[in-house]
């Protein structure tokens, strides 16, 4: 298809001013194309070139990516896997990513931040006694930027966040010096637009935990956040008082938001997006411990009768295995994850062992279960996140006045 493609063009610039396809039907073309190919075809004449580096054609494949072409971004577990990524397509083929070399070597501890329109927030450690580094990374352009480190968190911090917010059109990391995840009462702000960090005071929460990377809506990251959080042992914390943690990226202003669910009878709460809205899934357990649900609630925004912005609206309730938890929202399918241990139909027989598939999905209008195994040499995935093949260069990105 690119070489009839590419032989149409230079039929094109025979015609000259008398194009063999119009200037609307080229761009709609070009638009579905991946990015592999539109790299390709920058050399093509001058007018494309020009044509694939502007902000609306960009924009414009973006959004024909996220709706033709959506995938699921995987991270497998840092201690096996370093710098292991793989893509999930709508075919449930499992591709790799190649990393950036030798910028970011494959032995180093790697963890993905954030990910918004194609574009990557790393997190990793360059040696055992140096501090964290942060880069931007489009994988589908493999264009990299390596960030400065913080100004008053050179040493140490915890990554809390990346994401885009459309109204300044800025991306933007957001870092603690807490490494335990805490937010203290200074964070550091770094803004893509400008290429520097901001220090923000943020007041005292009381100790509030973040342990999770933020869902990013419409230029508000939102975290599940712990009130009180006591270390039981060395391998075990107990929990309570959840709370949804966000955070203005304009404003640079922190909200605590209620659960939408009874706390004493949930599982595992994960943040996600669903219909361009802040979405959460609950796992709780039902009377007795007999059997498990996932509760799916919407965030609607807007000013109430009662004087609150945020009200939650449950739209299902799914009856799910006790073994799997749900991690996300990717498609019209909730995404589950197992533990990926052997199980066994009888408890004694292990002429019945079978391996839990990694991923489950459960399509949220057909209600229909799909497995399947991911595994790679014995490791399972940690992170999931919602990804597109894009354009969107990191360098020159400027504000919006």
Sequence with gaps: MANDFLSQSSAMEQIGDNPFLPEDIIRTILKSLPVKSLIRFRCVCKDWKNLLKTLPFIT???????????????????????????????????????????LMDSSLRTEIVGCSNGLLCV?????????????????????????????????????????????????????SDERTGRLGNTLEVYSLSTGSWKEIKVGDFGGLTIFDFPTTVNGTMFWI????????????????????????????????????????????????????????????????????????WVMEEGALSSGE???????????????????????????????????????????????????YTLNLSTHEWVDFNCRKRGSQFRLTFDYAESLMPIANIHPRS
């Design 225 to 296: 956040g712990y009130c009180k959080v006591m270390n039981v042992d060395e391998n075990c914390f107990f929990v309570s008082d959840r709370v949804v943690v966000s955070f203005d990226m304009v404003m640079e202003v922190f909200t605590l938001i209620p659960l939408p669910c009874d706390d004493d009878d949930l599982r595992k709460s994960f943040l996600s997006v669903y219909e361009n809205k802040l979405a959460m899934l609950c796992d709780t357990e039902n009377e007795n411990y007999k059997s498990y649900r996932t509760d799916l």
């Design 309 to 359: 912005r945020w009200n939650w609206s449950k739209k299902y309730s799914i009856s799910n295995p006790s073994s799997i938890h749900p991690r996300g929202i990717w498609l019209d399918k909730i995404v589950y994850l197992s533990n990926g241990l052997p199980t066994y139909d009888e408890p004694e027989s292990e002429t019945n062992h079978r391996t839990i598939d990694v991923l």
């Design 123 to 175: 997190k990793y450690l360059t040696g055992l006694n140096s501090p964290p580094s942060l880069s931007v990374w489009n994988p589908a352009t493999r264009e990299i930027l390596q960030v400065p480190s913080p100004i008053k968190f050179e040493n140490k911090f915890v990554a809390l966040g990346f994401g885009f917010s459309p109204i300044d059109n800025d991306y933007k990391i957001l870092v």
């Design 60 to 102: 414009e494949h973006l959004h024909h990516s996220m709706n033709e072409n959506p995938l699921l971004l995987l991270q497998w577990d840092r201690k096996l896997d370093p710098l292991h990524f793989h893509i999930l397509n709508h075919k449930m083929q499992l591709l790799e990513v190649q990393p950036p070399l030798p």
